[in-house]
């Protein structure tokens, strides 16, 4: 005898219930964990822009940031200015650095549309520092950096992040062996031309004396990552370039 | 354990040594190689699986008599696949840098063979208790090898453990690696092992592992 559950109809029957139950569920939870993710994230953004510019609690060698229940006082505290670059156009904007860069750049690549380029202002110890939110492609998936710079464009601290990078060797970009390597590092050439940094083995400066050389030293195995941060270096903070020079 | 009948104990002992999932079944070992180069990493990894595959057993197991048999191995996908994303949506609410450290491999839980297995081979087929049970004890025996792999890839590739030597005396648990300041083991001439950080030596240890477990355990001998 045919079982109940053997037929064409029930299999139909459960696999629409299925769904919609299933469906209901993840759609309940998503709505009532939203608000908390994107606080979580916001939370992040601040800490990562505050700690480009050396505002973070960093002890020895780790990471680590301005508390999350303080971030948002000291985010005030140093980020004097946030603006956005659209074309030649400059506004003020104090929720910039919300804009999410990687829809940016998707947006411009309909090459009627001008990308909008955060750039925020902070002001520590008398000095001023631009940090610039980029992104772009590592081995696995995106990678992501905030570039604090001065108005020469020389690097005064950095931030990397990535997606999916492999731990233990691409994931290392978010250690300070690597992050550190970029301060003081020029991303102009000698002739005040852009050229970006670039990420390269065996460079013969593994220590990273020379800071007019446009390069650091590259992580152990992790070859295609670091070519992706030198891409997205390079491609990303040109597009600055014209506001930095209006500076002079 | 009184609360716990004898056969119902042997749900949980057995995956943990005699069958265990990674070692001896040899399920699952693509999330084994991937996470385990940091032991925090392994810890939650083994916390998430235990979270799937528990829940996902009972839910399963109370669903055994309704599901059409058609259609089973979709349900299980469907009904692991719901867990999984509700474990990465917690995880970013309350966990957010854990659930950064995971990344992809929360997601990639739902590949888990030993999920699917155990669904298809013992929820179908067993109460809701006895699923629970079971979910538990192959979730433990699959997290404590990674608990074990990760424990000497980290230590060996680091030379840290957690971040606890780095938290507490400023360099790794094993001494202070940088030129000039060199302590510990480094000061020795120690030098920690990079290849240990690679997918490679995973599976090495992981062979290691298994040798050690057949060679001790008389019940997996073979002539």
Redesign the interface.
């Known amino acids: 005898m045919e079982k109940r559950t053997d037929k064409n109809s029930y299999t139909l029957l459960f696999a629409v219930a299925m769904v919609v139950i299933v469906g209901t569920l993840l759609a309940f939870t998503a709505q009532v964990l939203k608000s908390k993710i994107e606080e979580n994230r916001r939370i992040e953004k601040q800490q990562n822009i505050l700690y480009a510019m050396g505002v973070n609690e960093n002890e020895g060698t780790n990471v680590n940031f301005i508390p999350t229940d303080k971030v948002n006082t000291v985010f005030k505290q140093f980020i004097k200015k946030q603006i956005v670059i659209q074309g030649s156009k400059i506004s003020e904007n104090d929720k910039a650095y919300l804009i999410d860069v990687k829809a940016e750049q998707e947006f411009a690549k309909n090459p009627k549309n001008t990308r909008r380029l955060p750039l925020f202002i902070g002001e520590k110890d008398g000095k001023t520092f631009y940090i610039a939110p980029i992104r772009g492609k590592g081995l696995w998936d995106a990678v992501w950096a905030y570039i604090a710079m001065d108005k020469n464009m020389v690097v005064q601290g950095a931030f990397f992040d990535h997606k999916g990078e492999t731990p233990g060797l691409g994931a290392n970009i978010t250690q300070r062996f690597f992050m550190d390597d970029f301060i003081g590092e020029h991303l102009l050439d000698k002739n005040g031309n852009f050229k970006g940094i670039t990420v390269l083995k065996g460079n013969a400066d593994p220590k990273n004396v020379d800071k007019l050389d446009n390069e650091v030293d590259a992580l152990a195995g992790a070859t295609i990552t670091g070519n992706g941060v030198s891409a997205m270096l390079k491609d990303e903070l040109k597009l600055y370039e014209p506001y930095f020079k209006n500076l002079k | 354990m009184g609360l716990l009948t004898k056969k119902d104990a042997a749900l949980i002992k057995d995956p943990l040594f005699d069958n265990n999932p990674i070692t001896v079944q040899v399920l699952g070992i693509c999330s084994a190689l991937a996470?385990t180069?940091?032991l925090e990493?392994a810890i939650v990894m083994a916390i998430s699986v235990m979270f799937v595959l528990a829940l996902g057993n009972v839910v399963i197991s109370l669903m055994r008599?309704?599901?059409?048999?058609?259609?089973r191995i979709?349900?299980q996908l469907?009904?692991a696949a719901?867990l999984v994303?509700?474990v990465d949506?917690?995880l970013?609410?309350?966990a957010?840098n854990l659930s950064?450290?995971l990344?992809?491999f929360v997601g990639l839980i739902i590949t888990n063979c030993i999920i699917m297995g155990r669904f298809e081979a013992f929820a179908l087929a067993n109460s809701p208790w006895r699923s629970f049970l079971d979910g538990l004890g192959n979730a433990a025996g699959y997290g404590i090898i990674l608990v074990i792999v990760a424990f000497f890839r980290e230590l060996l590739?680091?030379g840290d453990l957690l971040?606890l030597g780095?938290?507490f005396m400023?360099?790794p648990l094993l001494g202070n690696p940088i030129p000039g300041e060199m302590s510990g083991l480094y000061a020795l001439g120690y030098e920690n092992n990079?290849f240990m950080?690679?997918s490679p030596m995973a599976l090495i240890v992981l062979g290691i592992v298994i040798w050690v477990q057949r060679s001790k355990n008389p019940k997996l001998k073979e002539d």
Do not use: D, M
């Open positions: 996470i180069a940091k990493a008599n309704i599901i059409p048999s058609k259609i979709i349900v469907v009904v719901a994303i509700i949506l917690v970013k609410a309350y957010y950064k450290t990344s992809v590739g680091t971040g780095q938290k400023g360099h990079g950080l690679l």
